[in-house]
């Protein structure tokens, strides 16, 4: 899908809080908020995918829930914390980052940021999560190379040393 270039018009400022910090911009307000992400305010590590919201490629979390920021209009998005894969640990101190690390469970990479999203957000409103549990709340999230068993050993060790901490 190409750039849209929306007219001058149409565009509306907005405050955006994103990764802590506040942000003004200008936007049409129907802009997904993945390309306001991207585009306006070069946050990249959220990934664009199917466009259409059902591979979570895009996914970043609005208040604490994981949202598709493509299908996510930046009207909806103002006056909201919005967390990105940039604000999750720039450090990648985060448990569930140094576990992906550690369980090898990047290939390609492409849908990891996304993965890694939903399951920080799993876990922080479960931080026990069953096996079924697990694979529901990571079926929004596609993996086109098969990683989903080292995904899943990945938040199950989260789990477990953020129970030991």
Known sequence: MGKVNYPKESMTTY????????????????????WVLRDILG???????????????????LDGQTAQSCTTKVESSSDREITTIEGLAED??????????AENVNQCGYCQPGQIMAAAALLASNPNPSDAEIIAAMSANLCRCGTYQRI??????????????
Not at 43 to 61: D, E, N, R
Not at 152 to 165: G, P
């Open 43 to 61: 946050l990249t590590g959220t990934k664009y995918s199917c466009g259409i919201g059902l591979c979570g490629s895009c996914t970043v979390h």
């Open 152 to 165: 899943r050993l990945a938040i199950q060790r989260a789990a477990r040393e953020a129970s030991q901490l």
């Open 92 to 101: 990648i101190s985060h448990p569930v980052q140094k576990t992906w690390i």
């Open 15 to 34: 405050s955006l809080r994103v990764n802590g910090e506040q942000h003004v911009i200008e936007a049409d307000p129907n802009m997904p908020l993945l």
